[in-house]
T-cell receptor, first 114, second 114 residues
């Protein structure tokens, strides 16, 4: 079974803090994705990575950065957390770009910024 | 750019009744189409996908969807729901030229009542 794990299920941070969300996949997938999920808006792509050290902006990258130093690990960084970044964050992975491969999702991290 | 509209944010339905979840998309190019399900406190998992060929697609747990190119729709159906189908359902599209970067609809929450 493909497994995508996220470092925390729930996280509470203060405004201005630097926040790290970690995601690890065990299927040797080339692609990894970070989404945020908000009621009524579905999932919106923040960043994705198609290889180690490679990244591309998604639809809502402002206020976020990412890091992929190893193939299995993809980190989302909030440089200075703000209350409007309170949300559910979902990580996903898939085989290589260029084909409609299924994305496999982690359980999510619910982040609250106070 | 493409967009996905799920016309119903919530659908209450009685156990053993049929359900249809509506999804319309807009795109100027050919697309792949997906339905994902999110059970409470879990990540998303793939229900079914349309890549090409037959417009009627069968997925897991008795769900099916029909691709209608002229109406740019991809509605999801199940003839008889169970309590365990209570979940949120997401329609998503991927441009054929963009590999598997997904654009999601806002989601439809299905509540199955006994």
């Amino acid at each position: 079974d493909v497994k995508v794990t996220q470092s925390s299920r729930y996280l509470v941070k203060r405004t201005g803090e630097k926040v790290f969300l970690e995601c690890v996949q065990d299927m040797d997938h080339e692609n990894m994705f970070w989404y945020r999920q908000d009621p009524g808006l579905g999932l919106r792509l923040i960043y994705f990575s198609y290889d180690v050290k490679m990244k591309e902006k998604g639809d809502i990258p402002e206020g976020y950065s990412v890091s992929r130093e190893k193939k299995e690990r993809f980190s989302l960084i909030l440089e200075s957390a703000s209350t409007n970044q309170t949300s559910m964050y979902l990580c996903a992975s898939s085989k290589a770009l260029g084909a409609p491969y299924e994305q496999y999702f982690g359980p999510g991290t619910r982040l609250t910024v106070t | 750019a493409q967009s996905v509209t799920q016309l119903d944010s919530q659908v209450p339905v009685f156990e053993e009744a049929p359900v249809e979840l509506r999804c319309n998309y807009s795109s100027s190019v050919s697309v792949y189409l997906f339905w994902y399900v999110q059970y409470p406190n879990q990540g998303l998992q793939l229900l079914l996908k349309y890549l090409s060929g037959s417009t009627l697609v069968k997925g897991i747990n008795g769900f099916e969807a029909e691709f209608n190119k002229s109406q740019t729709s991809f509605h999801l159906r199940k003839p008889s729901v169970h309590i365990s189908d209570t979940a949120e359902y997401f329609c998503a599209v991927s441009r054929k030229a963009a590999g598997n970067k997904l654009t999601f609809g806002g989601g439809t929450r299905v509540l199955v009542k006994p």
